[in-house]
C-alpha cells in the first residue's frame, strides 16, 4: 500500500514539474483514496491548485495537512498564499509567520511577511474623509423620482466602449514583438490571456530564436495541446512550422504527446 502511495505521489510531483497541475491533482486525488492521512499529500495538492487559482480549495487542503500534522511548514506558507488571494490578511499574515517559527530559514515566507505587511501598512494609512454637500448642492427631487433606468442605459454603453478598449491594447501590446526568455515567463503571460486571438498574436511575436530556449523546459501536455489548438488558427503557416520544429525539442514531448487524450489527437 505505501509503494503505490509513494509512486502516485512521485507521478504526480512529475507532472507538477512538467506544469500539468490537472494531472498532479488527480495522482495526489488518488494516493488520498490509498492513505487519507497523508498530511504532505494534502498540502501537494494545496500547491497544484494555487498554480490553478483555485485558492479555496488549496486552503482547504491545507486546512487537512495542518490538522493531520501542524508542523508542516510548508502548508502553513501555502495556505498563506491562498489566504492572501482570498484577501484574507490577517489570517495570511498568522500562516506566514507560523511557517517562519517553524523554519527562520524560510526566505519565500520571510518576503511574503514583509511585503503583505507593507501593504497593510499602506493601506491603513489611507483614509476616506466624508462628502460635505451644501446646502444648494443638495437634490430637492423626491427620492422616488430618481430612475435606476436611466443611468443603466447610460452605464452600460461605457462598459462594452471600455472592454473594446482594453482588447484593442492587448492586441496592440500582443502585436509587438514579445522578448520571452525562458518558459516561466511564457506560462505566466500564458495563463493571463483570456483568449485564442490574444495567444495566436502572442506566439506569432516570440522572437524565433527565443522558442529553443522556451521549450528546454519540460512542458505539461495540457499547455502542449493549447499550444498547438491556437497555432492551428493562424494563418503563418511557415511561421507556425518553424514553431513547430522547436517544440519538437521539448524535454519528454514524445510522451506528452501519447498523454493526450483520444480526442485531442483527433482534434488537431
Not at 12 to 37: H, T, V
Not at 82 to 91: G, I, M, N, T, V
Not at 115 to 122: C, R
Not at 141 to 165: C, M, V, Y
Request: overall charge neutral.
Amino acid at each position: 500500500m505505501e509503494d503505490r502511495v509513494q509512486t502516485l505521489r512521485l507521478k504526480g510531483n512529475q507532472y507538477f514539474s512538467s506544469a500539468d497541475y490537472r494531472k498532479a491533482i488527480e495522482c495526489y486525488s488518488d494516493a488520498m483514496k490509498i492513505d487519507s492521512l497523508n498530511a504532505i499529500l494534502y498540502s501537494n495538492r494545496a500547491l497544484a491548485y494555487i498554480k490553478l487559482q483555485k485558492y479555496l480549495e488549496a486552503k482547504n487542503d491545507c486546512d487537512k495537512a495542518i490538522q493531520l500534522d501542524d508542523r508542516q511548514e510548508k502548508a502553513y506558507f501555502r495556505r498563506g498564499i491562498a489566504l492572501k488571494e482570498l484577501k484574507q490578511y490577517k489570517s495570511s499574515l498568522n500562516d506566514f509567520q507560523q511557517a517562519l517559527s517553524i523554519d527562520p530559514k524560510n526566505q519565500s515566507a520571510r518576503k511574503e511577511l514583509i511585503d503583505l505587511e507593507k501593504f497593510l501598512a499602506a493601506t491603513k494609512s489611507i483614509t476616506i474623509e466624508p462628502i460635505q454637500k451644501s446646502e444648494e448642492l443638495r437634490s430637492n427631487l423626491p427620492l422616488e423620482t430618481i430612475r435606476l433606468s436611466s443611468q443603466e442605459s447610460r452605464i452600460n454603453p461605457i462598459s462594452d466602449d471600455l472592454s473594446k478598449r482594453i482588447d484593442s491594447l492587448m492586441f496592440q501590446k500582443y502585436g509587438e514583438k514579445q522578448n520571452i526568455q525562458n518558459f516561466v515567463q511564457f506560462e505566466k503571460t500564458w495563463r493571463e490571456l483570456s483568449n485564442h486571438d490574444l495567444k495566436r498574436k502572442f506566439l506569432e511575436n516570440i522572437n524565433l530564436q527565443c522558442y529553443a530556449s522556451i521549450f528546454n523546459y519540460p512542458i505539461g501536455p495540457q499547455i502542449l495541446y493549447e499550444i498547438i489548438d491556437v497555432l492551428n488558427q493562424s494563418e503563418k503557416l511557415e511561421l507556425v512550422f518553424e514553431i513547430l520544429i522547436e517544440m519538437t525539442k521539448v524535454p519528454r514531448f514524445d510522451l506528452n504527446i501519447l498523454l493526450l487524450s483520444a480526442e485531442e489527437k483527433k482534434s488537431k
